[in-house]
């Protein structure tokens, strides 16, 4: 079958809390997006895609991604080790989330990946579906895990897109 896509978000502008350092803890980027109550449907597709820019202060510093529904953790990214001391370079993250089945304890596959520069580009790996409430709103998120506390290592998310595709055919 075929499907048709329909730009549900566009980030415009870099948000306040955008820009994540200075903490250890897991921290949702400021700009999400919130999917509608029932919207999700077996066989519905959201493909998220955002970009932004890191750098690390220390070399072997590290940042782990994640793609959230609401407070579920649906992937987290692996290998993300750049070398050396980068400053503002550029990093995509980008995702499908698939509807397994709806309902207040649906189900959903995720698979993604990552690129932070030239140096690695470390995966999203899901081995099993994540269940879902489709039944209540909830916000698609990214976040960021920086391994150290420090100004210099940080995160900034500049564009989120978030696409709805609609299975055809």
């Known amino acids: 079958s075929l499907a048709e ?3 549900r978000m566009v980030q415009v502008a870099v948000a306040a809390g955008d820009t994540v350092n200075t903490t250890v803890s897991d921290t949702d980027f400021a700009t999400q997006y919130t999917v509608a109550a029932n919207d999700w449907v077996a066989g519905q597709v959201y493909r998220i895609t955002a970009r932004g820019v ?3 202060a220390v070399a072997g ?3 782990i ?3 959230k529904l ?14 050396g001391t980068p400053t503002n370079v550029g990093w995509t ?4 989330v698939i509807c397994i089945s709806a309902g207040s304890t649906g189900t959903a596959e995720i698979q993604g990946g990552m ?3 030239p140096t690695f580009a470390p995966s999203m790996p899901n081995t099993a579906v994540v269940t879902i409430d489709t039944t209540a709103a909830a916000n698609l998120i990214i976040s960021v895990q920086p ?4 100004a210099g290592t940080g995160s900034t998310m500049r564009q989120l897109i978030i696409e709805k595709l609609n299975s055809i055919g």
């Open 70 to 83: 609401g407070t579920t953790t649906l992937a987290t990214s692996t290998g993300n080790r750049a070398t």
């Open 65 to 67: 991604y994640r793609v």
């Open 54 to 56: 890191y750098s690390l």
């Open 61 to 63: 510093h590290q940042l």
């Open 115 to 117: 690129n932070e520069g």
């Open 93 to 96: 993250l980008w995702a499908d």
């Open 5 to 7: 896509g329909e730009i």
């Open 147 to 150: 391994s150290v506390s420090n």
